[in-house]
């Protein structure tokens, strides 16, 4: 069964549609709902609504001013669940995401080049989005590519997940003791998994889909961990204690290191 919108960020989705096409006559020619929704692993409450809108030709300065009060509209008036939007042109998505030059991201606020906006958003508008404007999303000849996928993978746990890694290992630290956390814990055991399960599969996954990517291709040691970050995700409490919490940090970091080095001992060739 595909992937639909849920009910309430259906109406986030619909209040934003009335604003932007407002701030915006017929500018926005396509609108493809991805991230959490597309994936299958939307929870309301915590899961934001992620769209790609796409227009015939760059937003100018003008229109992103107008687009911004339009967020702004909306952000006042549906406070959850938050929206983020990608603005693209028709051509920007034919062309692979480094060679598309600037693209709008907002989330709060404009963010240009956003690191969103990267082969795995390609990848999912290509093959997983929901059209609610515009063409099928197979229909749209994205650029995506499966060696785009990989490179940006690596680099993304090389650089990104390796200094979060670096931080968190340090324990009096902010971030040595957001390990405790449970939160924090969901966020690194669901999160460079993700990447580790491009790069083997060629795919993209959810956070949920990570966890349970772990417990089923990865070894058994590293079992418990990704049960304990999917028990928080989805019952939003983990385990109790000190010690528990102490050794659990342990869990994640090592967890964390296997994953950078062995994605680079993936063979991506079969």
Same mark, same amino acid.
């Not at 989705?13 to 701030?23: E, Q």
């Not at 915006?24 to 992620?50: H, N, W």
């Not at 508008?125 to 929901?130: E, G, I, K, N």
């Not at 956070?207 to 028990?231: F, N, Q, S, T």
């Given at each position: 069964?595909?992937?639909?919108? %849920? %009910? ?13 096409? /407002? ?6 020619? /396509?609108? &493809?709902?991805?991230?959490? !929704?597309?994936?299958?692993? &939307? ?7 992620? #769209? ?17 009060? @339009? ?11 938050? +929206?983020?939007?990608?603005?693209l042109s028709w051509d920007q998505i034919r ?10 991201f907002w989330r709060r606020r404009w963010r240009?080049?956003?690191?969103? #906006? ?8 290509? +093959?997983?989005?929901? @059209? #609610?404007?515009? %063409? ?5 000849? #994205?650029? $995506?590519?499966? *060696?785009?996928?990989t490179a940006w993978c690596l680099d993304n746990?090389?650089? &990104? ?22 939160? =924090?814990?969901? =966020? ?8 580790? &399960?491009? !790069? ?11 966890? *349970? ?5 990865? @070894? %058994? @040691? ?15 409490? /983990? ?6 919490? +102490? ?10 290191? $296997?994953? !950078? ?10």
């Amino acid at each position: 069964m595909g992937a639909i919108v %849920p %009910p309430d960020a259906g109406r986030a989705l619909a209040s934003w549609i009335d604003r932007i096409d /407002g701030a915006l006559p017929g500018r926005i020619e /396509g609108v &493809y709902v991805t991230g959490s !929704i597309a994936l299958g692993d &939307y929870r309301p409450g915590p899961s934001d609504v992620d #769209v790609v809108a796409i227009t015939a030709s760059p937003l100018t300065t003008a229109e992103l001013g107008r687009a911004a009060a @339009a967020h702004r509209a909306h952000e006042r008036a549906v406070a959850r669940p938050e +929206l983020s939007a990608a603005y693209l042109s028709w051509d920007q998505i034919r062309q692979p995401p480094a060679a598309a030059g600037d693209a709008p991201f907002w989330r709060r606020r404009w963010r240009e080049r956003h690191n969103e #906006v990267n082969p795995a958003l390609w990848h999912t508008l290509a +093959l997983r989005a929901l @059209a #609610v404007r515009g %063409p099928a999303p197979t229909q749209l000849g #994205v650029a $995506f590519d499966r *060696r785009d996928l990989t490179a940006w993978c690596l680099d993304n746990l090389d650089s &990104y997940w390796r200094a979060a890694l670096a931080r968190g290992r340090r324990l009096a630290s902010r971030a040595g003791l957001a390990g405790l956390s449970d939160p =924090w814990v969901a =966020w690194m055991v669901l999160g460079a998994p993700r990447l580790h &399960y491009s !790069i083997a599969t060629g795919d993209v996954t959810s956070k949920d889909g990570a966890g *349970r990517y772990v417990l089923e291709r990865l @070894a %058994p @040691a590293w079992h418990p961990i990704a049960a304990e970050a999917l028990r928080i995700r989805r019952d939003g409490r /983990g385990v109790r204690g000190l010690s528990g919490r +102490l050794a659990r940090r342990l869990a994640m970091l090592d967890l964390v290191a $296997f994953v !950078i080095e062995d994605a680079h001992r993936i063979d991506t060739t079969r």
